[in-house]
């Protein structure tokens, strides 16, 4: 089965701070994985996405994951958290169904 | 490019009634998905189409959960009858090829 885990439900960072949220995945192959954010009240919004290119990908808002095969890891990092970016992460990955499996959420709080 | 037009933003319903929720995803988009997001929680697929096929329905909870896409466009979520547990925010998506696009989303609240 298919599978991804976010392994911190609650992220708290410093503003200004670097940001660590963590998704590790299961699957048979290598699968394509994305990072969404949602903000409260607001829809779910493409952050980044792996595809089998670039292992280091590249979002928007300083955003960006490193897709490790070896350690079946794609975590989410930002150099400096700004408060805007206080929301909910969510890791998701993709089959060839185009079924998509969400992980369980990342709150993400940055203190001023 | 428009994104995923939902309707209505909320709705707020006694238990027992029905309610339908409404979803107009991405022009050319072949799949579209229903997902329903409890506070707290990660969305949780309700159904999955492509075109007008149904793709996966395992989780839909078919005594009172119905959806449609007729013409392989515009979909309808319909809950009749509404039970207290089905409060959450209803969100549609669309898709061409991997990528999802996510609608702002119909939170219902069942009292």
């Known amino acids: 089965a298919q599978s991804v885990t976010q392994l911190d439900s609650h992220v708290s960072v410093s503003e200004g701070t670097p940001v660590l949220l963590r998704c590790n995945y299961s699957s048979s192959y290598s699968p394509s994985l994305f990072w969404y954010v949602q903000h409260p009240n607001k829809g779910l919004q493409l952050l980044l996405k792996?595809?089998?290119?670039?292992?280091l990908v590249k979002g928007i808002n300083g955003f960006e994951a490193e897709f490790k095969k070896s350690e079946t890891s794609f975590h989410l990092t930002k150099p400096s958290a700004h408060m805007s970016d206080a929301a909910e992460y969510f890791c998701?990955?993709?089959?060839?169904?185009?079924?998509?499996?969400f992980g369980t959420g990342t709150r993400l709080t940055v203190i001023p | 490019e428009a994104g995923v037009a939902q309707s209505p933003r909320y709705k707020i319903i006694e238990k027992r009634q029905s309610v339908a929720f409404w979803c107009n995803p991405i022009s050319g988009h072949a799949t579209l998905y229903w997902y329903q997001q409890i506070l707290g929680q990660g969305p949780k697929l309700l159904i999955q189409f492509q075109n007008n096929g149904v793709v996966d329905d395992s989780q839909l909870p078919k005594d009172r959960f119905s959806a449609e896409r007729l013409k392989g466009v515009d979909s309808t979520l319909k809950i009749q009858p509404a039970k207290l547990e089905d409060s959450a925010v209803y969100l549609c998506?669309?898709?061409?090829?991997?990528?999802?696009?996510f609608g702002q989303g119909t939170r219902l609240t069942v009292v």
């Open positions: 998701v990955g993709v089959t060839g169904a185009n079924n998509l499996f």
């Open positions: 792996y595809t089998s290119a670039a292992t």
């Open positions: 998506a669309s898709s061409l090829v991997l990528e999802a696009f």
